[in-house]
């Protein structure tokens, strides 16, 4: 026993028949009787109606079953991890294996699923040489819980142990439940993005619990006693509201009958393909409304879910309405997806998802973000973003070139300020323009470009790597009462250039006198700037000198200084230099 709730299980026999009764079955009745009538009924498995008799019935050997726990000192949790393995007939032939994780029914053990009649799931990821692992998840009864009790670290510690101990295709690691398991494997799946870490390649769900306030609601007294224990107390104590919300999937707003978007992690799931399966006469009343509402979500959101409605199944609420050959065949050709071009998440901790990684503003809720790339506008999209004071992006080299022109744009809620960093800038942009401003405090190390953004609304800015094929060098700093001597060297001898000082940054494209030209004078011109014009002689280089006054105002002040040179053959410009900033200091 793992856990206080297996203290209720005689109460939970008990509440169950007197459930079983009334017009609606609770899941705990519903889920033993299931494993119950697929035992004594083994004869009725795979038979269903238009049932495939696929692989499974081929004639290979049984697989191995291997008992295994996983201390707690392994699992880094309080909890033992007991797990029931089965090894493929021709495990000894070599070579990586699919793995397909498995988490069953409420009250039902990881042995059950074994047991003959049941899914017949395990005969056929034997015949297809897969590895399977059932496991508690802390307890039979634990739902898939985040916090206080930590049923899906330790399914991370059973999926690690499968690798470090078995060959597993690591790209193809499957998982399936059934019932509470459903449930409980879609929350895991969405929460599981880090493509540093093992995640989810494809799902197999039968009869899902995906909103458990909804279940909770709906279930009787036993079920809630024990969700007690699990999540802490009842959902409406807003201490544990977002204990459930965070184990869950989707939140159901039954005035509405949709999906509330900021607080379901159910649109996590929109790059994890799903086999999906319910009984629309499932003795559990709420399940099918819940499963109809999360297969509509993903189908407008463009996810790859195939759904399956039976009815007239015996029993209804069972393993035993998945065709385990269809479920198989759909999860076969399934391969991880760690780098799709955009996203939407809604994250219940600071954690990496796809290339994001993201630090909540505040913790103990959800934050929200959507991201989104174009290749053929080399852009990057924020939207939704909402609780978050940090983001750090990676974006897949196929779906962006970091190293041309590239704009970002990012629309938060958040009254603070987001810090974006950009991973993979290979070299430093020249500058980063804010609308028709220059955006100030951007850095660039190592390949990382770290932007501030400000709070609340929308921040759009374009990245620049112009190149200035002019050069100009000079000091950073002046005290006043001194010659501010320049060098200009520019390309071309004889060559005419306009000389630019001004007091204030801007931007001036040059498609204002060229529209092929997309480059920009950064010099600003309110007020006006003193613009000389003068020429190269036999050599490209020039010097100009000023005299700045002993004015003590002028402290603190700063000079932007740059040049261009003129005709070019492609543009009207030629050569466009760097802009040199130079601070005005006290003398001495």
Not at 277 to 301: E, G, I, M, R
Not at 378 to 407: I, K
Not at 517 to 526: A, T
Request: glycine share 8%; proline share 7%.
């Amino acid at each position: 026993m793992n856990l206080p709730s297996r203290l209720f299980a005689v109460a939970v026999v008990i509440c169950a028949g007197a459930a079983s009764a009334l017009a609606q079955q609770s899941i705990i009745d519903a889920d033993r009787l299931a494993i119950e009538y697929a035992v004594r009924h083994p004869q009725f498995q795979n038979n269903g109606a238009g049932r495939q008799r696929g692989i499974i019935a081929s004639s290979v050997p049984a697989g191995t079953i291997v008992n295994v726990t996983i201390p707690k000192a392994q699992t880094g949790t309080n909890y033992n991890e007991p797990i029931v393995i089965q090894e493929p007939w021709d495990l000894n032939a070599g070579g990586n294996r699919p793995l397909m994780v498995v988490w069953n029914g409420y009250g039902n053990s990881p042995s059950s699923f074994y047991t003959a009649g049941v899914s017949g799931l395990d005969e056929e990821a034997n015949c297809r040489s897969w590895l399977t692992v059932a496991m508690f998840a802390v307890d039979d009864q634990a739902m898939g819980c985040v916090s206080p009790i930590p049923a899906q670290t330790n399914v991370e510690a059973v999926i690690d142990y499968m690798i470090a101990h078995y060959p597993i295709d690591q790209d193809r690691i499957y998982m399936v439940g059934w019932s509470m398991g459903a449930g409980a494997s879609a929350s895991f799946a969405a929460r599981h993005l880090d493509p540093n870490e093992p995640m989810i390649a494809a799902l197999a769900l039968d009869a899902g619990t995906f909103d458990l306030i909804n279940a909770y609601n709906s279930e009787v007294t036993a079920f809630k006693n024990v969700a007690h224990l699990i999540f802490g107390g009842p959902p409406s104590n807003p201490s544990f509201t977002f204990n459930y919300a965070r184990s869950e999937t989707q939140w159901y707003d039954f005035g509405t009958n949709s999906v509330l978007e900021a607080s379901s992690q159910l649109r996590n799931l929109r790059h994890v393909p799903i086999h999906h399966v319910y009984s629309t006469d499932d003795t559990v009343l709420y399940l099918p409304a819940q499963n109809s509402l999360f297969t509509n979500f993903l189908t407008a959101k463009g996810a790859t879910i195939t759904t399956t409605t039976v009815s007239g199944q015996v029993p209804p609420h069972s393993w035993n309405i998945m065709d385990p050959v269809a479920a198989l065949d759909f999860l076969q050709s399934k391969t991880v997806n760690r780098t799709p071009a955009s996203f939407e998440i809604t994250a219940d901790r600071s954690a990496r998802y796809y290339w994001a990684n993201v630090t909540q503003r505040a913790t103990g809720q959800f934050s929200t973000f959507n991201v989104a790339t174009n290749a053929v506008a080399n852009s990057l999209t924020l939207s939704g973003v909402a609780n978050v004071s940090a983001m750090t992006l990676a974006p897949p080299a196929a779906t962006m070139d970091l190293d041309a022109p590239f704009s970002v744009s990012l629309t938060t809620t958040d009254v603070g300020a987001t810090t974006l960093a950009i991973e993979g800038v290979p070299v430093q942009p020249t500058y980063v323009l804010n609308g028709t401003s220059l955006l100030g405090g951007w850095t660039w190390v190592g390949g990382t470009l770290t932007l501030p953004l400000t709070a609340t609304g929308t921040t759009s800015l374009v990245v620049r790597f112009d190149d200035f094929d002019g050069v100009m060098t000079g000091p950073s700093t002046l005290a006043i009462n001194n010659n501010l001597h320049l060098t200009l060297t520019g390309t071309t001898p004889n060559q005419p250039y306009f000389f630019m000082l001004g007091t204030s940054e801007g931007v001036l494209p040059l498609t204002l006198i060229d529209p092929t030209d997309d480059r920009n004078i950064l010099v600003g011109f309110n007020p006006f700037p003193i613009m000389l014009p003068a020429a190269f002689g036999g050599s490209p280089t020039a010097t100009f000198d000023l005299f700045i006054p002993n004015n003590a105002t002028l402290v603190g002040s700063r000079l932007f200084c740059q040049f261009v040179t003129y005709p070019g053959s492609s543009h009207v410009i030629d050569v466009v230099s760097n802009r040199l900033d130079v601070t005005l200091t006290a003398g001495p």
